[in-house]
């Protein structure tokens, strides 16, 4: 199995320079598993998920198309993959409901800029984790026991009580079970890191977490927070971390000392194979 990162907020590796890939504040990425093909999210605009697997030398070929949760940075691209790769969408249900955030005292629309009947593809809702091929699940809507979700300033529209704000229930992660234990892709990980682990141990059967990639959606969170989850991690002993999109350059920093060896720096192009 090999998971590629195709968009990404940052590009500051050397390999990223030389292959000549772009950077957006957006996160797609694609796994691999045996002759299945599973594109996680779709970052702003497509175009960089696009020009990034051309220069990669991926072909797009998904069999389905996974949708972490409904904000444009992850769903803005879907429209232009389906011109090139059309398959069906799996989704929480909430993920097309009107979503906004606060920016500069302002409320701007974040959501997904289409409606589901303008995308011309199946589109499977569930909150309940779905096994998509052998040992790869949806996880659905995340649980929130184990610890603090991060929400944000972000607001959705209630068709009784207008503007609320939102608690991200659409966040949902990528679930693979291997033989060497649980490997995560999340999108922003509003549901909270604790949650999006422990339940997709629950849901997997796993007993270990071996690797997570993806957005921890850390930027902006305290000092005691970035701690707690780092040493969260750290007590998981996982195998890899590759932080990535919203985890910020503090959480960064402080996961890397954290850490050690199992932390790997993200942007597109990184790959992993398992």
């Known amino acids: 199995m090999e998971i590629t990162i195709l968009s990404d907020v940052y590009a500051g590796l050397i390999p990223q320079l030389t292959q000549e890939l772009l950077a957006e504040y957006g996160f797609a990425a694609l796994l691999q598993k045996e002759d299945v093909q599973i594109l996680f999210d779709t970052g702003l605009t497509g175009d960089v998920l696009l020009h990034n697997a051309s220069k990669l030398g991926v072909e797009l070929k998904p069999d389905y198309i996974v949708i972490s949760h409904g904000h444009r940075d992850h769903t803005g691209g879907l429209k232009k993959v389906l011109e090139v790769a059309r398959a069906p969408i799996v989704v929480h249900p909430d993920a097309f409901d009107s979503k906004f955030a606060r920016i500069n005292g302002v409320l701007r629309e974040i959501g997904i800029p289409f409606k589901k009947d303008q995308l ?5 809702t569930t909150r309940l984790p779905l096994e998509l091929v052998d040992g790869v699940y949806f996880s659905g809507e995340i649980p929130r026991e184990w610890g603090p979700s991060h929400s944000g300033l972000v607001y959705r529209l209630d068709p009784e009580k207008g503007i609320v704000q ?20 999340t999108g922003c990980g509003h549901a909270g890191v604790e949650n999006v682990v422990e339940y997709g141990l629950k849901v997997t059967n796993s007993s270990n977490l071996r690797a997570l990639i993806g957005g921890l959606h850390l930027l902006g969170a305290n000092e005691e927070r970035i701690r707690e989850v780092a040493k969260y991690l750290a007590s998981k002993s996982p195998e890899l971390v590759i932080p990535t999109h919203c985890t910020g350059q503090i959480a960064q920093y402080v996961l890397m000392k954290e850490l050690g060896d199992s932390y790997r720096q993200g942007g597109p192009g990184v790959r992993c194979s398992f």
């Open 120 to 124: 011309g593809v199946p589109v499977i």
């Open 166 to 185: 939102d608690l991200v229930k659409d966040d949902a992660a990528l679930y693979v079970k291997t033989p060497k234990g649980l490997v995560v892709i």
